[in-house]
């Protein structure tokens, strides 16, 4: 089976930095994504790593260590906008874009 | 260059009735995704095409629940007959070459009631 792990909710203040750990537990690992829904929203596309390391990409920034089966996104520069619900999702790879998605964190930003 | 397509944007069905859902994924995407989102509740999977095949249904209810995707571009999914426990939102993606599969671009979804 898998499991996905990711806290329910964070909130935060306009400028602040936050971060939303993810831990898995898969039958196959490609790689973790993350994903932005806004309410009443599709998801989009954050990031993705196949490798350990942090990947950057202008505020927002994703974690993988393999070894330790977690990951987190990083958020930096808080702003109102960036309030909405983050998904991690694992890749099981064997067909390529298999995702399995947590239940998702509820960022909540404020003034 | 346009997004995915889904309609109709929303659906009310009263249980045990058939309803359908059309995606058209971005042009030149190979792969296609349907996902069922319940409230609350990250996306799940359902099944995925590369072009017209099918690659992984393993959680398509499949009593009840059918996809196709004819000439590898558009897709349609169907629920027959509906059950209370089908309201969600299903989503509809899509996503491109391998280098590229590792996004994948949805589309606004489909919010079904079943009353």
């Known amino acids: 089976g898998q499991s996905l792990e990711q806290p329910s909710e964070v909130t935060a203040v306009e400028g602040a930095i936050v ?90 930003v404020w003034p | 260059e346009a997004g995915v397509a889904q309609s109709p944007r929303y659906k009310i069905i009263e249980k045990r009735q058939s309803v359908a859902f059309w995606c058209n994924p971005i042009s030149g995407h190979a792969t296609l995704y349907w996902y069922q989102q319940i409230l609350g509740q990250g996306p799940k999977l359902l099944i995925q095409f590369q072009n017209n095949g099918v690659v992984d249904d393993s959680q398509l209810p499949k009593d009840r629940f059918s996809a196709e995707r004819l000439k590898g571009v558009d897709s349609t999914l169907k629920i027959q007959p509906a059950k209370l426990e089908d309201s969600a939102v299903y989503l509809c993606a899509s996503s491109g070459t391998r280098g590229e599969a590792m996004a994948q671009y949805f589309g606004p979804g489909t919010r079904l009631l079943v009353l």
């Open chain 1, 19 to 108: 971060q939303i750990n993810c831990t898995y537990q898969t039958s196959g690992f490609y790689g973790l994504s993350w994903y932005q829904q806004h309410d009443g929203g599709a998801p989009t596309f954050l990031s993705y790593n196949a490798l350990d390391g942090l990947e950057e990409t202008g505020r927002f920034s994703s974690f993988l260590s393999r070894s330790d089966s977690y990951g987190y996104l990083l958020l930096q520069e808080l702003q109102m906008k960036d309030s909405a619900s983050y998904f991690c999702a694992v890749d099981r790879g064997s067909t390529l874009g298999r995702l399995y998605f947590g239940r998702g964190t509820q960022l909540t």
